[in-house]
T-cell receptor, first 112, second 115 residues
Framework: SQKIEQNSEALNIQEGKTATLTCNYT??????LQWYRQDPGRGPVFLLL???NEKEKRKERLKVTFDTTLKQSLFHITASQPADSATYLC???????????WGAGTKLIIKP | KAGVTQTPRYLIKTRGQQVTLSCSPI?????VSWYQQTPGQGLQFLFE???????NKGNFPGRFSGRQFSNSRSEMNVSTLELGDSALYLC??????????????FGPGTRLLVL
């Protein structure tokens, strides 16, 4: 079946280190992929979008890579801070019907 | 611009009742999507409305319905509530003119508890 997989276990990172989150997909031909941040009890907030013909996108301390051969996107937060602690969701747009498909999210915990 | 607003923020209902949730999108956005989020299932797409027409639909039973008004405001209705309908219901808006689900701007959600 078609799905998106993110690490279901929480990721614990020491403050100042780089946090790397993974988003894997199967059986899709993606048009583009988005990353969102969600804090408890709140709606997700859009962070970055990367298209299928782009290998890397950056925004301040955030970096996203997209490898269509490996069917994987990596989301990096450099110089991580406790305020970066949240759940991060990836969402992929299929190029067949342009509908967003969501991963379950990875909880990131940055420890001081 | 004001963000996406949802009302009410919290709701408690009993099984068998029905509920209507409301969403006001960002000004200028014509697409409104609805999602159900639970700890076990993550974010599940319910449906998307654009220019008062349902454009996309997820895999939810007919008890879940929605509509969109001419001012792009949207409502979602759940009839004959079940315990499993307890969830955070999120509304998201976007311009919608590209024909596909673009970057989603989410509201704060409505927390529904069914007893």
């Amino acid at each position: 079946s078609q799905k998106i997989e993110q690490n279901s276990e929480a990721l614990n990172i020491q403050e100042g280190k780089t946090a790397t989150l993974t988003c894997n997909y199967t059986n899709y031909s993606p048009a583009y992929l988005q990353w969102y941040r969600q804090d408890p009890g709140r709606g997700p907030v859009f962070l970055l979008l990367i298209r299928e013909n782009e290998k890397e996108k950056r925004k301040e301390r955030l970096k996203v890579t997209f490898d269509t051969t490996l069917k994987q996107s990596l989301f990096h937060i450099t110089a991580s801070q406790p305020a970066d602690s949240a759940t991060y969701l990836c969402a992929l747009v299929r190029d067949s019907n342009y509908q967003l498909i969501w991963g379950a999210g990875t909880k990131l915990i940055i420890k001081p | 611009k004001a963000g996406v607003t949802q009302t009410p923020r919290y709701l408690i209902k009993t099984r068998g009742q029905q509920v209507t949730l409301s969403c006001s999108p960002i000004s200028g956005h014509r697409s409104v999507s609805w999602y159900q989020q639970t700890p076990g299932q993550g974010l599940q797409f319910l449906f998307e409305y654009f220019s008062e027409t349902q454009r996309n639909k997820g895999n939810f039973p007919g008890r879940f319905s929605g509509r969109q008004f001419s001012n792009s405001r949207s409502e979602m209705n759940v009839s004959t509530l079940e315990l499993g309908d307890s969830a955070l219901y999120l509304c998201a808006s976007s311009y919608g003119t590209s024909g596909y689900q673009e970057t989603q701007y989410f509201g704060p959600g409505t927390r529904l508890l069914v007893l």
